[in-house]
């Protein structure tokens, strides 16, 4: 293992680290990440060099790092574009009033890109068609069984399975995590796949469609124009912040039109600030294929 390696960045714009990377944690019990009380972060990932522990904390307008492992040159040189240095939130401009407030409420809100297009796609087939808690059991399970404790201070963090290892999960460690058969194959087959060289071609694959494309490209390479189409609360988030009322899927395309090209920041937007309904009918169970 490498020692610790250090950086410093200065932003020059407003910046919320703690909602900017947010989008990357799945539920308070992520093994990958953890938040600390003052706003800082850390992140454990499995880089083009191996694995690697990344801690970020705001200080002043600067962002202090630390990274360890084999990977720690990769997140030391890529954590700015993580944090949305490539981003450019001026993009959406709109005399929409709905927009606009939001867009004031949450200036340091950015649209970062992780640069791991695999972690990003397991995560996104994990959640096709559950709830997120179940998603996010399975997840943590095999991360914990068949990653690795991460390098460096936090004891509490894993790193994933690289994208080859995937595929070698025997079938009932990925029922013991919850993951049924369909999403356990759609992983599997992929693994065989380099997907890092690009999300282009994700829905050439059996088993992605738009939702998971989607969501790959929004956290993966920051395409401020992705909009995960299929999801089963999305819709009613985005109707009701911009008109005050639930919208299917075709509504919610048809309310994004106007945005073309940052339809995704708006979508995040409408996320961090948006408006949901008071839960009143139905919600989607949460499985357990463990029992079955």
């Known amino acids: 293992m490498t020692g610790t390696l250090t950086r410093t960045w200065s932003p020059g714009f407003a910046l919320d680290l703690p909602t900017t990377i947010g989008t990357h944690r799945r539920g308070s019990g992520d093994p990958t990440m953890r938040f600390d009380a003052d706003g800082s972060v850390w992140r454990a990932s499995h880089t083009p060099d191996g694995p690697g522990t990344l801690y970020l904390r705001r200080r002043g307008g600067d962002v202090d790092a630390r990274a360890w492992g084999p990977g720690a040159a990769w997140l030391i040189e890529q954590f700015p574009d993580l944090l949305g240095a490539a981003d450019d939130p001026e993009s959406l401009r709109t005399d929409h009033p709905v927009v606009a407030r939001m867009q004031q409420r949450a200036p340091g ?24 808690t179940e998603a996010w059991r399975a997840w943590r399970y095999l991360v914990r069984r068949h990653g690795e404790p991460a390098p460096g201070p936090n004891s ?41 060289r690009g999300a282009d071609h994700l829905r050439s694959l059996r088993g992605i469609g738009p939702w998971t494309a989607a969501e790959v490209r929004r956290r993966a390479v920051g395409d ?62 949460v499985r357990d294929y463990r029992a079955m």
């Open 224 to 285: 401020p124009d992705a909009v995960p189409v299929g999801d089963y609360h999305l819709p009613t988030v985005v109707g009701h912040t911009l008109i005050g009322e639930a919208v299917d899927d075709a509504g919610m395309l048809e309310l994004l039109e106007p945005f073309a090209g940052q339809r995704g920041r708006v979508v995040r937007l409408c996320e961090v600030c948006g408006t949901r309904p008071a839960r009143r009918g139905p919600r989607m169970s």
């Open 156 to 196: 509490a963090l894993f790193v994933p399975p690289p994208r080859r290892e995937w595929a070698s999960i025997p079938s009932w460690e990925w029922h013991r995590s919850g993951a049924e058969p369909v999403r356990m194959r759609t992983i599997v087959r992929a693994a065989a796949m380099d997907v890092e």
């Open 109 to 132: 809100l950015r649209i970062g890109r992780s640069a791991r297009v695999w972690e990003s796609l397991v995560l996104a087939v994990l959640e096709q068609k559950v709830v997120g």
